[in-house]
């Protein structure tokens, strides 16, 4: 059996993303790598502005007081983390340090962890630890309950 010409329509060739991008003028790529920039700057900042934003069941009064907090390092600690109130029994001295309890294992604070005391002291009267879970637990600031 013959096949007309009709018959044998092929599908349209697809090019790449990257060879097509490369086709454009050169001052449209650049337009679009700077859209590009500016997507991933913005995505940084809303995510950013996600995690400073306090929780909706927040005390009001207490939310400057948490704003800004550094640890020792002079990192804010709410900037990057959310602060978590903790129980007696979620934390600890071990010694010279301290240790919480979160995500069910007893988890050591480094002396760089701790909160800067010149952040005031702690209204709340019970230990606080900001952290943050991606594939692990990282800690970044710590205010014991009761503070010296």
Do not use: K
């Not at 790598?33 to 207490?62: F, N």
């Amino acid at each position: 059996m013959q096949r007309s010409s009709e018959d044998a329509i092929e599908p349209p060739v697809r090019r790449p993303a990257a060879a097509a991008v490369a086709a454009l003028p050169e001052r449209l790529r650049w337009r679009l790598r700077g859209a590009g920039v500016l997507a991933a700057a913005v995505g940084a900042l809303l995510a950013a502005d996600a995690v400073s934003a306090p929780p909706p069941d927040a005390d009001p009064a207490l939310h400057a007081w948490f704003d800004r907090q550094r640890n020792v390092r002079g990192i804010l600690c709410c900037s990057i983390a959310d602060g978590h109130i903790l129980s007696d029994e979620e934390w600890r001295t071990n010694g010279a340090s301290y240790e919480v309890f979160i995500l069910g294992q007893w988890r050591q604070i480094q002396a760089s962890q701790l909160r800067d005391p010149a952040g005031g002291p702690n209204p709340t009267g019970r230990a606080i630890v900001w952290y943050m879970v991606r594939d692990r637990v990282v800690i970044y600031c710590f205010a014991p309950g009761t503070e010296l």
